[in-house]
């Protein structure tokens, strides 16, 4: 994950983030699902307990904003196996949860959409939609989830 224009203080919280959390994920889908859910709904600003005990919640906010924005163009520019491929290693890792009720939920609830920065717009948004779908389409297959239709 390359971060850039950070005030040396800045990259202490980069280092401290790095440190706590995200050497602790194994795929970069988990990265992507893990930073983008320190994303305040009402406010779009981050909120991390953890940083802001040591560090300025707008230092923090501003490190976990441009985390989020470099982890998501990584995955973006992951070719589709590979991007398959690592999120068959995020839902691997994932504990008591029945995979195909899993991806039943994805199908119908579409957190993916969630997972896109405030500040990427345009093609690389759509880029993500549609290869997640199409990733939704396999593992819909291997694990044998039924077809939305069944759901109208």
Sequence with gaps: MSVTHLSEKEQEVLED??????????????????????????TGRYEHFG????????????????????TFKGWIDLSLELKMADVELYIAALENVDKAELIDA???LTPYKNLVPAAIQGPERLKHFSDFEAILGLLKNVYGVASLDTYA
């Design 51 to 70: 940083l802001t005990q040591g560090h300025s919640s707008s230092e923090a906010n501003r490190v976990l904003r441009q985390s989020h924005e470099s």
């Design 17 to 42: 983030l790095r440190h706590r959390s995200l050497t602790h994920i194994p795929s970069a889908y988990g990265r992507l699902v893990y930073l983008a859910g320190l994303r305040h709904p009402d």
């Design 106 to 108: 994805w199908l119908r």
